[in-house]
């Protein structure tokens, strides 16, 4: 498949006309993309479960671990995406990959050995957090340069619709896999799936250059450039108040879920899965409904509905445990109606991003995003183990649930409801 340059040094793939199932660059960077959040889910459930059933962690312990997964997005995500807009985005992500399955292979190597700590899961959640900076500000950067304009929102409803398909199977076979052979060599799998990334990475042909070395500015100017861009605008001021805030408030929520589940509730680490994945069912079919579901709402309205939506469910949550005789079904359903909103304002504020964004800004305006909204996740869980050690888990989960409550304002005081369609890069309705 040809490429060919635009004036400002950026790759416009040349891609062939009708579904993106007949564009092998497409196809295998979605290979790629597809096995590592396959991966990353079974390495979200394992690596906490691993600190509370066998490692007897507490919760504040229990908060560190999730901020460290967590802080490399707060520590390296501005220079991040500078360093990407510099670099083939594809090559980032192979490279990402080899250090995540290396990480997560000396977690079996330990527990075998007696020598795995606390501390040890601490230092290989951060590695991986590291890494998955540059995987994930990679893959959504490139999407701009493998298909058309026009084909941007079926790419991104394909990889959200493989990122849930991976949220549905990963947290229940992880759930099998911790009770068929234990947290730590259940690890192996996800080193493997990495593994299996690379391969379908490195297959991947794409036509992508990296800027000229004599363009590159002080990396001070260019990422504040990517920020100019990001707060300069006003939809995506109000976007990133929305998503910063929900995670902020879901992360201290979220961090407590395995003690919320596992000793609260007294669920099994299997019970647990099958929660997570029959939540995921909702983000499947959001990823699948989106397009039908804009169509109909128009896609400056679908912004906040979904925000609205979202916000709303999350007080399920705590509401559980005060009704333990139908926790379950609360719980399923709560992922259920979350997981489906959250994939329809994801895909859809995603999509409006890389529209509106100038090819050679694309990673410093996501890695701008991505150091807000997930850089407030690393504080938020730390402050979630210091409200579970010091309130306890249960009114830690309501202050969690109360917040996103607040979160959909930004979005639902703000233009998207007059707007049908959302403005593309010239400013023009899509």
Same mark, same amino acid.
């Given at each position: 498949?040809?490429?060919?340059?635009?004036?400002?040094?950026?790759?416009?793939?040349?891609?062939?006309?009708?579904?993106?199932?007949?564009?092998?660059?497409?196809?295998?960077?979605?290979?790629?993309?597809? %096995?590592?959040?396959?991966?990353?889910?079974?390495?979200?459930?394992?690596?906490?479960?691993?600190?509370?059933?066998?490692?007897?962690?507490?919760?504040?312990?229990?908060?560190?671990?999730?901020?460290?997964?967590?802080?490399?997005?707060?520590?390296?995500?501005?220079?991040?995406?500078?360093?990407?807009?510099?670099?083939?985005?594809?090559?980032?992500?192979?490279?990402?990959?080899?250090?995540?399955?290396?990480?997560?292979?000396?977690?079996?190597?330990?527990?075998?050995?007696?020598?795995?700590?606390?501390?040890?899961?601490?230092?290989?959640?951060?590695?991986?957090?590291?890494?998955?900076?540059? $995987?994930?500000?990679?893959?959504?950067?490139?999407?701009?340069? %493998?298909?058309?304009?026009?084909?941007?929102?079926?790419?991104?409803?394909?990889?959200?619709?493989?990122?849930?398909?991976?949220?549905?199977?990963?947290?229940?076979?992880?759930?099998?896999?911790?009770?068929?052979?234990?947290?730590?060599?259940?690890?192996?799998?996800?080193?493997?799936?990495?593994?299996?990334?690379?391969?379908?990475?490195?297959?991947?042909?794409?036509?992508?250059?990296?800027?000229?070395?004599?363009?590159?500015?002080?990396?001070?100017?260019?990422?504040?450039?990517?920020? @100019?861009?990001? $707060?300069?605008?006003?939809?995506?001021?109000?976007?990133?108040?929305?998503?910063?805030?929900?995670?902020?408030?879901?992360?201290?929520?979220?961090?407590?879920?395995?003690?919320?589940?596992?000793?609260?509730?007294?669920?099994?680490?299997?019970?647990?899965?099958?929660?997570?994945? %029959?939540?995921?069912?909702?983000?499947?079919?959001?990823?699948?409904?989106?397009?039908?579901?804009?169509?109909?709402?128009?896609?400056?309205?679908?912004?906040?509905?979904?925000?609205?939506?979202?916000?709303?469910?999350?007080?399920?949550?705590?509401?559980?445990?005060?009704?333990?005789?139908?926790?379950?079904?609360?719980?399923?359903?709560?992922?259920?109606?979350?997981?489906?909103?959250?994939?329809?304002?994801?895909?859809?504020?995603?999509? $409006?991003?890389?529209?509106?964004?100038?090819?050679?800004?694309?990673?410093?305006?996501?890695?701008?995003?991505?150091?807000?909204?997930?850089?407030?996740?690393?504080?938020?869980?730390?402050?979630?183990?210091?409200?579970?050690?010091?309130?306890?888990?249960?009114?830690?989960?309501?202050?969690?649930?109360?917040?996103?409550?607040?979160?959909?304002?930004?979005?639902?005081?703000?233009?998207?409801?007059?707007? @049908?369609?959302?403005?593309?890069?010239?400013?023009?309705?899509?």
């Amino acid at each position: 498949m040809a490429g060919s340059v635009d004036p400002e040094g950026e790759v416009v793939a040349e891609v062939r006309k009708g579904s993106l199932w007949h564009d092998g660059n497409f196809l295998t960077m979605w290979s790629g993309q597809a %096995l590592s959040q396959f991966g990353e889910q079974v390495s979200l459930l394992g690596i906490p479960v691993l600190a509370v059933v066998l490692l007897h962690s507490t919760a504040f312990e229990v908060g560190v671990l999730d901020a460290s997964g967590l802080a490399a997005f707060l520590l390296i995500g501005l220079p991040a995406g500078a360093w990407i807009d510099r670099m083939r985005k594809r090559h980032v992500m192979i490279a990402a990959d080899v250090v995540r399955a290396a990480a997560l292979a000396a977690i079996p190597a330990l527990w075998a050995l007696g020598l795995l700590h606390i501390w040890q899961l601490y230092a290989v959640a951060f590695v991986i957090g590291v890494a998955t900076v540059f $995987f994930d500000v990679s893959y959504q950067s490139v999407i701009p340069s %493998l298909v058309r304009t026009d084909q941007i929102a079926e790419a991104n409803g394909k990889l959200e619709a493989t990122a849930q398909v991976a949220h549905l199977t990963g947290p229940a076979i992880a759930g099998g896999l911790i009770g068929l052979v234990s947290a730590p060599f259940a690890m192996i799998t996800t080193a493997c799936t990495y593994a299996a990334s690379f391969a379908a990475l490195s297959f991947t042909r794409d036509h992508e250059r990296p800027r000229p070395a004599h363009e590159h500015e002080p990396l001070r100017h260019e990422i504040a450039e990517g920020l @100019r861009w990001v $707060f300069g605008n006003p939809a995506l001021r109000r976007i990133v108040g929305t998503t910063s805030t929900s995670n902020l408030f879901n992360t201290i929520s979220g961090t407590m879920l395995p003690i919320f589940l596992l000793r609260e509730l007294g669920m099994t680490a299997a019970t647990m899965g099958v929660i997570l994945s %029959l939540g995921a069912v909702g983000g499947l079919l959001g990823a699948i409904a989106t397009p039908h579901l804009v169509r109909r709402l128009g896609e400056g309205p679908a912004i906040p509905i979904s925000a609205i939506s979202f916000s709303v469910v999350a007080v399920f949550l705590p509401v559980a445990a005060m009704v333990p005789q139908i926790a379950f079904g609360l719980l399923v359903v709560q992922g259920f109606v979350m997981s489906f909103t959250v994939l329809v304002y994801n895909i859809t504020q995603v999509t $409006f991003r890389q529209r509106i964004t100038p090819p050679r800004l694309l990673g410093r305006m996501n890695a701008s995003i991505r150091f807000v909204v997930w850089g407030v996740m690393p504080i938020a869980s730390l402050v979630s183990g210091g409200l579970g050690t010091w309130l306890g888990i249960v009114p830690t989960m309501w202050i969690g649930a109360i917040g996103q409550l607040a979160s959909a304002l930004f979005v639902v005081i703000g233009p998207f409801w007059a707007m @049908r369609e959302l403005p593309d890069g010239a400013g023009n309705p899509a």
